[in-house]
């Protein structure tokens, strides 16, 4: 039984150049801290490689960070203290 091969019907591998397609002229936008700004990382890195000849640029102006690809645009508005913020005003 340990030998047997899982296989997943429902799970695929991600496709950087489908999902560079299906958002094109469209916007990606993570919100977060620094657990979401390593999602955004990710998925940069997993689109340029999808794509390493398209033309890509970083625009870095904290707390906004933008990768622009030539069909999309993936953004990170980096928010470390939403829950702190959100905390303190349900208190109030």
């Known amino acids: 039984m340990r030998d047997r091969l899982i296989t997943c019907t429902v799970c695929t591998r991600f496709d950087g150049a489908d999902f560079l397609t299906r958002m094109k002229g469209k916007t990606v936008m993570f ?6 700004r390593n999602q955004w990382e990710s998925l940069v890195c997993l689109l340029h490689a999808a794509a390493p000849q398209s033309p890509a640029q ?3 102006a904290d707390p906004l960070y933008t990768y622009k690809f030539l069909v ?3 953004h990170m508005y980096h928010a470390a203290c ?7 005003e349900e208190i109030n």
Do not use: P
Not at 31 to 36: F, N, R, T
């Open 82 to 88: 939403m829950i702190i913020q959100r905390l303190s």
């Open 58 to 60: 970083l625009v870095s």
């Open 72 to 74: 999309c645009y993936v």
């Open 31 to 36: 919100v977060g801290d620094s657990l979401g």
